[in-house]
């Protein structure tokens, strides 16, 4: 009688699975599709852009580093994007090396300039960062909420250098598009 039952649950179960939308051919399960033969690949700066997203720095360096393979390691997105990342892990020498290479480049935007200026003032490079945050604001015309707020931070600590000691303090990071990351500022 007991496998009667189990018999008639597991009809039940593969009828509700070929009802359901993947039906009886959907092997998703937890884990990642694996590799397809053929298929094109994503590009590494947009994966890496994601996974900066989703705070995933680590992953999102990797990411960019298998773009650095594709568009080279003088490609002014590559080295922002690497920058950015290394920033994001506080790797504060790296990330300043890579993004003042990107500003070098005659296609440097405004938002490298704004990530630059954020590991200026981590490193507490008060004048500096107002300068190229000073640049971003012009080079964006005024238009990037985040950079403006960076720069008046900027302003503000570097009139009164002990402006804000006694409360955290929210750098914003910027890539190119409609999203941007929040560095917190560990007292």
Not at 20 to 43: M, T
Not at 76 to 93: E, I, K, T
């Amino acid at each position: 009688m007991t496998s009667i039952k189990a018999g008639i649950a597991l009809i039940a179960t593969f009828a509700l699975a070929a009802c359901s939308s993947g039906g009886l051919g959907d092997v998703r399960g937890p884990y990642a599709p694996g590799f397809k033969p053929g298929a094109e690949a994503v590009d590494g700066l947009v994966v890496g852009h994601r996974l900066m997203q989703a705070g995933e720095f680590e992953l999102a360096l990797e990411a960019y580093s298998r773009a650095a393979l594709e568009r080279g390691t003088t490609d002014v997105d590559v080295l922002s994007g690497l920058g950015s990342a290394n920033l994001g892990l506080g790797r504060l020498g790296q990330a300043e090396t890579l993004l003042r290479r990107a500003i070098d480049t005659d296609e440097a935007i405004p938002e490298t300039w704004n990530n630059l200026g954020v590991v200026l003032m981590e490193q507490g490079n008060l004048a500096e960062a107002e300068q190229v945050f000073r640049r971003a604001y012009a080079l964006d015309n005024g238009e990037s909420d985040s950079i403006r707020d960076n720069l008046r931070l900027a302003i503000a600590k570097n009139e009164n250098p002990d402006y804000g000691d006694d409360q955290e303090q929210d750098y914003k990071l910027v890539r190119r598009g409609s999203s941007d990351y929040l560095i917190r500022r560990v007292p």
